[in-house]
């Protein structure tokens, strides 16, 4: 299995982003779908994760009603639509799969990341 994410970039605060992750393979749906970020000097934190058919999802407090998480199983891909970006929202977005809802922070599969950085 293999992840791919995209859509980083440079924004102003107050702006969007929508980073997605395409997964290779056939059986994307049996994978939950995180997400995480790295600030610079900080450890990896959380965002959010969503299930297998994109009907539950969970964030971390620090985004929580500024982030949705979505999947299209057609498309093999996850998404994570960021608004109202902060500055300290600045990081490396990292996708991420497992094949179960809970288990903290372990995933089996790890994208390369894609570099969100948030101007004031």
């Known amino acids: 299995v293999q992840l791919q994410a995209s859509g980083g970039g440079l924004v102003q605060a107050g702006g969007s982003l929508r980073l997605s992750c395409a997964v290779s393979?056939?059986?994307?749906?049996?994978?939950?779908m995180g997400w995480f970020r790295r600030a610079p000097g900080k450890e990896r934190e959380f965002v959010g994760r969503i299930n297998w058919s994109g009907t539950s999802t969970y964030y971390a407090e620090s985004v929580k009603n500024r982030c949705t998480i979505s999947r299209d199983n057609a498309k093999n891909t996850v998404y994570l639509q960021m608004n109202s970006l902060k500055p300290e929202d600045t990081a490396v977005y990292y996708c991420?799969?497992?094949?179960?809802?809970?288990?903290?922070?372990?995933?089996?599969?790890w994208g390369q990341g894609t570099q969100v950085t948030v101007s004031s």
């Open positions: 991420a799969a497992r094949t179960s809802w809970v288990g903290g922070t372990e995933y089996d599969y």
């Open positions: 393979g056939r059986t994307f749906s049996s994978y939950v």
